[in-house]
């Protein structure tokens, strides 16, 4: 029986008026629950999605609830003519993007000799290539405005170098991820721009026994959700090229 999840209010809630925010993968999942925490501080959005567009739908609907613009933009982001399209399609609907969360990342389940070179790629492109794409494109007219934000997934492991056999692109991709952020916010910091990374263990929709977790039990949505505001805010202007590791502390060969 897995533990109760005790929710609390989120205390840091950015002023969003005004700016535009696009989550990649956010039809489903944890993608979805982080465009909706944008969307409660006042940010209009961008559903984005590959497949699921009636989940895209429902979630920018959603979204409106609070207020705010919301749209819904589909492509594959590990294309770079199909990204070019989905951010020219939000910009004609919402305008620039001044907030990316590169939320995308599929996990291969298997060994690393076991998983086929198609698994690798469709991990590593799906979790950094995306990654790259969606910044470069979003780039641009952040810098124009003189102010954006840039947030990418990692995985809490990935800080720590993790090198098991199981799902070894996954882990290689995110360290790689993780290096981009830094690499991205050395080359953004005269330009009003901060790019920074937010790293889950698990989140509530795992499907694991999570007793034996710190804290027993999983991230809540709203765990992952706080330091990505954070980050959004004015408070967090001076801060870039940094991870967070939503992990309630684990170590890794604990």
């Known amino acids: 029986m897995f533990p109760a999840i005790h929710r609390q209010v989120v ?4 002023e969003l008026d005004g700016r535009t925010a696009l989550v990649t993968g956010s039809a489903k999942r944890v993608g979805r629950e982080m465009l ?32 705010v613009e919301a749209t819904t933009v589909e492509g594959d982001v590990t294309e770079p003519d199909a990204v070019d399209s989905l ?6 609907e919402l305008g620039d993007v001044d907030i990316l969360v590169n939320a995308v990342g599929p996990l291969p389940q298997g060994r ?18 995306s990654t790259y794409l969606c910044s470069q494109r979003a780039l641009p007219s952040m810098r124009a405005a003189g102010w954006g934000r840039i947030i990418n997934f990692g995985v809490a492991d990935a800080r720590d170098d993790r090198a098991v056999p199981m799902n070894f692109p996954y882990f290689a991709a995110k360290k790689a991820v993780l290096q981009f952020t830094r690499t991205v916010a050395y080359d953004t910091q005269d330009d009003g721009i901060t790019v920074n990374a937010v790293s889950p263990f698990a989140v509530e929709n795992t499907v694991v026994d999570v007793s034996e977790f710190p804290r027993g039990r999983a991230a809540t949505f709203e765990d992952v959700a706080a330091p990505i505001l954070f980050f959004c805010s004015d ?20």
């Open 87 to 92: 951010f020219s399609d939000c910009e004609s």
């Open 235 to 254: 408070a967090a202007a001076y801060i870039s090229g940094q991870n967070v590791a939503v992990d309630g502390g684990r170590l890794q060969e604990a």
């Open 11 to 14: 205390a840091i809630q950015p």
């Open 36 to 67: 909706l925490e944008l969307a409660a501080a006042g940010a209009d959005v961008a559903v984005h999605y590959r497949t699921s567009e009636e989940a895209a739908a429902e979630t920018a609907a959603t979204a409106r609830n609070h207020g």
């Open 112 to 129: 690393w000799d076991e998983l086929s070179l198609d698994e690798w790629r469709t991990a590593v492109a799906g979790c950094l290539f």
